[in-house]
């Protein structure tokens, strides 16, 4: 997961502005609330044990199989992220949509039209980043554009195909967001409750086996924790999932997992329902 440097900037700025908006202010109220009352490790695993937390991060890892590219045989999952909050309707996780994902979801669909493609990636800072951290896309779509179609080989086809397949690994498998983005969101949810913190998945994965074990919160991860003093990581397991609490690390200051609160939920049904998801997979592919 990737946050972006300046994240913080929305909440740092927004109780300066002259006129702050009605949901910048429920935003910000949170903060106070949690302050007055602070989330006990207790109420956090109550909350995400209850039947409407059960539910709400079932939804979330159903959404992300129902959001996935096949590529190469594989199937590939986006992680998704936003921020939790917890009042006595339960918890409740917004979601913000990571910018790139729609980028790279296009590139699949422009695979047959490399001069398409890197127009796309050149008319947005995220698509330049793209180019930029994907190796070997940039040169091979410069060199693909510089003739004409008729004469592009069934090789540097099958290159392509390679290379946007990295790119749908690399770029899928991480969650980014940006001040702009944040600021939409803000404005566009309604907040309630107390704050409990930035929140991503790590998605269900599917190999040759069927569904693959899950994989616990990266050193990225733990370092945001570290630096904001909480961030969340639902990770997803075939038997059911696990939510790693990483606010302890943030009073340590030390990016060490095992300081994490892991609160596990497994479930008999679990393994069949996303079992039988996968299986219903009708997604855009790339041969």
């Known amino acids: ?38 989330i006990t490790p207790q109420e956090l695993r109550e909350a995400v044990l209850s039947d409407k937390g059960v539910a709400a991060i079932t939804e979330i890892f159903k959404q992300s199989i129902a959001e996935s590219l096949v590529v190469k045989g594989t199937v590939v999952t986006p992680e998704l992220g936003g921020e939790a909050t917890l009042s006595d309707k339960g918890l409740d996780f917004i979601q913000y949509r990571d910018p790139i994902h729609p980028i790279v979801r296009r590139l699949v669909e422009l695979t047959d039209d490399p001069a398409a493609m890197l127009d796309l990636l050149n008319e947005s800072e995220d698509g330049r980043n793209i180019l930029k951290t994907t190796g070997g896309l940039h040169a091979h779509l410069y060199q693909l554009t510089q003739k004409p179609p008729s004469e592009v080989t069934q090789s540097q086809r099958a290159l392509l195909e390679s290379i946007i397949a990295s790119t749908v690994s690399i770029h899928f498998k991480t969650w980014s967001v940006d001040p702009e983005t944040q600021t939409a969101g803000i404005e566009s949810n309604e907040w309630r409750g107390r704050y409990v913190g930035f929140w991503h998945i790590h998605p269900p994965r599917w190999g040759r086996q069927g569904l693959v074990e899950g994989i616990e919160p990266s050193m990225g991860d733990m370092t945001n924790a570290v630096q904001m003093g909480q961030f969340i990581t639902l990770v997803f397991q075939p038997e059911g999932f696990d939510f790693y609490d990483l606010s302890p690390l943030s009073q340590t200051q030390q990016t060490d997992i095992s300081r994490a609160r892991v609160i596990s939920h497994r479930s008999p049904e679990w393994r069949r329902r996303f079992e039988d998801l996968f299986h219903k997979l009708t997604i855009p592919r790339l041969k």
């Open 1 to 38: 997961m990737i946050l972006a440097p300046v994240l913080s900037a929305v909440l740092l700025s927004a109780p300066f502005q002259e006129q702050p908006t009605e949901k910048l202010q429920e935003y910000l109220a949170l903060a106070q609330q949690t302050l007055a009352n602070p």
